[in-house]
């Protein structure tokens, strides 16, 4: 009986550790395949100093320096309309013209109440003891009372209009333009109030925008500015300051407008996104995506003898694209710009293009 006891613990214990040599590769493996020993890829570029442009943005609408709106200066009616909205005209091109026999006919009737209050000027000087020709001898009294009663003043005033009505009769335009807001129609009668039509200059446009009164010093004219349509995200328009406002409103804002290079996609009201670029001279600069945070802290990793290095810095001024480096780092760092997510210090990295 004590033999078989014996034997059963010696077999127990063979099982035992048969289980336990099994269990022990079986983790060993599993560690193996789960935990691989990865490299980190990484971009790089090497730190200098380089020109850096200084990025404002800001929301504008467009407007034409050169704008006309054009009335006719006689309610007649309207004989002909010879370009419509959106033609392009040049300077004295005929846009418009009224019926003018009733305006000729005005000049003819202004023209001879003018002759009869000269004849009538003229008995008047000569009851006085003067002649015509020989006014330049009337004493200034005489004559003012001589022309006031016979007319002539007023008669004279009436041909003058009469004559400028009738030369007035066509509307031109008055520089090279765009026809806009063009809605009468012939035979209608004009009106002297109500504008017949607009005439812009689209290579006259200029944005209109509002910077915050603590952005002032790093703005002057001269600057240079990108406008882009909200309606047009793929349109960008290269400009230039051209006017600072000196006065800061009740909402701290400052008016500022930019000439516009229109290279016929712009138009007349248009909302914009102004960028306002001012060169600061050369800084260290790095890309936007090279900084991550860590800890609520901007971080910038740098690579060297094949590892991550982290390095806490302080920005500076920024655009849409990079940062000004103040503290952290120095010329001639290798700085990593991508694949930094996830990277911790000392981590090993490789290089990709």
Sequence with gaps: MAEYRHLLLLVSAMFVAACSGGEKDETSQHVET?????????????????????????????????YV?????AAEPV????????????KG????????????????????????AKLELQDVLIGQGYALEDSARVPSGVMQLARTRGGYD??????????????????TAPFDGIVANLFARPLNVASTTDVFCTVIDPSSLEASFTVLESEL???????????TP?????VRTEGRITEINPMVDADGMVKVKASVVNA???????NVRVNVQRLLGRQLIVPKEAVVLRSGKQVVFTLADGKAFWNYVQTGLENAESYTIAEGLKEGDTVITGGNINLAHESPVTIIQ
């Design 154 to 171: 007023q008669a004279s005033a009436q041909y003058r209009l009469a004559v400028y009505e009738a030369e007035n009769a066509a509307l």
């Design 93 to 116: 091109q005929k846009l418009a013209e009224l019926f003018a026999f009733r305006l000729e006919n005005k000049v003819i009737q202004a023209k001879d109440a003018l002759e009869k």
């Design 217 to 227: 010093p790093l703005l002057k004219t001269g600057d240079r500015v990108f406008v």
């Design 230 to 234: 909200f309606s047009m995200p793929g």
């Design 79 to 90: 004989a002909a309309i010879h370009v419509k909205n959106g033609d392009r005209v040049t």
């Design 69 to 73: 709106d054009l009335r006719f200066e």
């Design 34 to 66: 789960v935990l691989p020993d990865a490299v980190n890829e990484v971009t790089v570029i090497a730190l200098h100093a380089a020109d850096f442009n200084h990025e404002l943005v800001s929301n504008g609408k467009l407007s034409a320096r050169r």
């Design 264 to 270: 016929g996609s712009l138009f007349e009201g248009m």
